[in-house]
């Protein structure tokens, strides 16, 4: 990882965490906003380190849909240093025309962990079910359709 030569106010960190989320829904250059050696965590994927590795993770993952749309004004967020910890919601639908929302479907809800240093994001973790559209019935009962209880 390069050594941090740049400032960095909270409120700019921030920003760089509201861009990411605002290219990947617009399909902009989101690896632009990278670190030449930062690493990408997604879960079921694993760790992607460069910009070559993480564009072929987004590339991956963006298989799990066909649309999202993360939704920047619910955004919480916490700075520590050069840390920004971004909790949030999506909605879209999934590769196989399940539509989800978060808060309306099991879907939709994640914990990101940037680490950000001259206005390069260094590490993203990001910490969520890929399942968008909840098919894994077979591990998770809950994901069934209601049983109908006997009279």
Do not use: N
């Not at 250059?29 to 030449?36: I, M, R, T």
């Not at 380190?49 to 993480?54: D, H, L, P, T, V």
């Not at 999202?68 to 916490?78: A, R, T």
Request: charged share 25%.
């Amino acid at each position: 990882m390069a050594i941090s030569t740049q400032t960095m106010t909270p409120e700019q960190m921030k920003s760089v965490v509201i861009e990411y989320f605002k290219r990947f829904d617009r399909g902009g250059d989101v690896l632009a906003l990278f670190a030449d050696d930062a690493d990408v965590y997604f879960p079921k994927w694993g760790v992607a380190r460069g910009k070559a590795e993480i564009g072929r993770c987004f590339g991956d993952v963006a298989q799990l849909f066909t649309s999202i749309l993360h939704h920047p004004e619910y955004l919480k967020m916490v700075v520590d240093e050069d840390v920004v910890v971004a909790e949030g919601i999506t909605s879209g639908v999934a590769a196989d025309g399940t539509e989800w929302r978060a808060g309306v479907t099991h879907a939709g809800r994640f914990v990101d962990w940037f680490e950000i240093r001259d206005f390069q994001i260094q590490r993203c973790f990001i910490y969520l079910d890929p399942d968008y559209a909840g098919a894994d019935t077979e591990r998770y009962d809950w994901l069934r359709e209601p049983a109908e209880i006997p009279a």
